[in-house]
C-alpha cells in the first residue's frame, strides 16, 4: 500500500530545506521564497538553508536536522528542497523513517534528491514526487510556466496526471524500442540511482516503468552506470525504461544534425547519426546498446530531468508508456 501525502491547497505551508548542496549567493533563497508567495503559498526555512560548507549546505547533522523538523512540524504541509548537487547519500542511514511515515507530506526535488526519493519509497511507501525545488524553479520570475503547472496538476487535486507532454511546446522523443507497458514510477537521477546499488536504499525495478535523467556526463559514463545496473540485475525486470533530456547530449545532436544538413523533425526523433570519429559515441547510442536487447519499450527525450520545463513524476503512482507515441502517462491519483 502507497502512502499518499494530502494535497496541496493556497495558504498552505511549504518548507524549504536544503539536504544537499547549498546556493552560491543567497539572494536565490529570498527569490525563491517571494516566488513560492506568489503562487498563494507560505513559505518556512530550514535553519541550515542559507549555509554552505564546501560542497554540500551544511553538516549532515544539521541537514538532517532539517529535514526531521520539517516533517516533524505539523504547521508544514509540503517539504521542498532548495536544490539538488551532492550529499544526500550521507543522509540515508540516519533517517528517522518512522518519523516520516507517520507525518506524509508531499516531498519535491530532482537530481541528487534521488537518493532519498528511493529510500523513503523503500522504506515508508511514501508517494514523493521528482519535480520542482526552490532555487531550481521558484526563484526566477516567471518561473517555467510548464514545470509550475505540471507540478500543481500532481499535487493540487486527488486525480491522476496524465500525460507528461500537456502543454509543452516541443515533444520530441527518440524511440529506442517500441511497445507499451505498464506499471509504478520509480527512478530519478542515474549517477544516484546506481549510486544505492547494494544499499538497502536501491532501486525496486520489477514490473516498474524505470525513469532516468542525468546531464554533463560523458557516454561512457551512462555506460558505466547503465552496465552497473544491469550486472546488479536491475533493468532486466522493468517494464519499460524511459529517458529525460539530457542537455549535453541532446545539444551535441542538434549540432550534428546541422552539421549534416538534417532538419530537425516536428515529433519522433530518429537516432542522431554517430560522428565519425574513432573511439567516441553518443549517449544516445550507449543507451540503445545497452538497453535495446531487453526487449522492453524503451524512449529518450521526454521533458524531464535538467531543463527549465521540465514534468513532475510520483514515485510509486501507476503509470503508463507508449513508445510509438512518445508518452508516459500518470494514470494514478499521487495525493490524498
Keep these: 500500500m502507497l ?3 494530502r494535497r496541496l491547497k493556497p495558504g498552505m505551508t511549504v518548507g524549504v530545506i536544503a539536504p544537499a548542496s547549498g546556493v552560491k549567493d543567497e539572494t536565490q ?14 513559505v518556512r526555512l530550514g535553519r541550515s538553508v542559507r549555509k554552505r560548507r ?6 549532515p547533522a544539521e541537514r538532517l536536522a532539517d529535514l526531521h523538523a520539517a516533517f516533524a512540524d505539523k504547521t508544514v504541509d509540503a517539504v521542498m528542497c532548495l536544490r539538488g548537487g551532492y550529499g544526500t547519500m550521507h543522509l540515508l542511514d540516519a533517517i528517522d523513517y518512522d518519523l516520516v511515515r507517520r507525518n506524509p507530506k508531499i516531498f519535491t526535488g530532482f537530481s541528487d534528491i534521488t537518493a532519498l526519493h528511493l529510500a523513503f519509497l ?10 520542482p525545488m526552490a532555487s531550481t524553479t521558484f526563484s526566477k520570475h516567471p518561473p ?44 530519478g537521477n542515474l549517477t544516484l540511482v546506481a549510486a544505492t546499488v547494494g544499499t538497502p536504499y536501491e532501486i525496486e525495478t520489477r514490473g516498474r516503468i524505470v525513469f532516468l535523467e542525468e546531464v554533463d556526463e560523458k557516454p561512457y559514463r551512462v555506460d558505466r552506470y547503465l552496465t552497473q545496473l544491469l550486472l546488479a540485475g536491475k533493468l532486466r525486470d522493468a517494464a519499460a525504461v ?32 554517430r560522428v565519425p570519429r574513432d573511439f567516441e559515441q553518443i549517449i544516445d547510442e550507449v543507451i540503445a546498446e545497452r538497453l535495446a536487447p531487453l526487449g522492453i519499450p524503451v524512449m529518450i527525450g521526454l521533458p524531464f530531468g535538467h531543463i527549465e520545463d521540465y514534468a513532475t513524476l510520483p514515485m510509486g503512482c501507476r503509470a503508463s508508456v507508449d513508445a510509438a507515441r512518445g508518452d508516459l502517462v500518470v494514470e494514478e491519483a499521487a495525493v490524498r
Design 3 to 5: 502512502l499518499k501525502p
Design 29 to 42: 533563497v529570498d527569490a525563491a521564497v517571494a516566488g513560492l508567495e506568489e503562487f498563494g503559498l507560505r
Design 54 to 59: 564546501g560542497f554540500v549546505s551544511a553538516t
Design 122 to 131: 523503500r522504506k515508508c511507501r511514501l508517494v514523493t514526487f521528482n519535480g
Design 144 to 187: 517555467s510556466a510548464f514545470s509550475v503547472a505540471s507540478f500543481l496538476r500532481t499535487v493540487s487535486e486527488p486525480v491522476p496526471a496524465g500525460s507528461v507532454w500537456q502543454g509543452h511546446a516541443d515533444r520530441k522523443f527518440r524511440i529506442v524500442r517500441p511497445g507499451r507497458a505498464e506499471g509504478p514510477l520509480t527512478g
Design 242 to 273: 524511459v529517458f529525460g533530456r539530457n542537455v549535453a547530449d541532446s545539444e551535441s545532436a542538434e549540432n550534428e544534425r546541422r552539421r549534416l544538413g538534417d532538419r530537425p523533425p516536428r515529433r519522433a526523433m530518429p537516432p542522431p547519426r
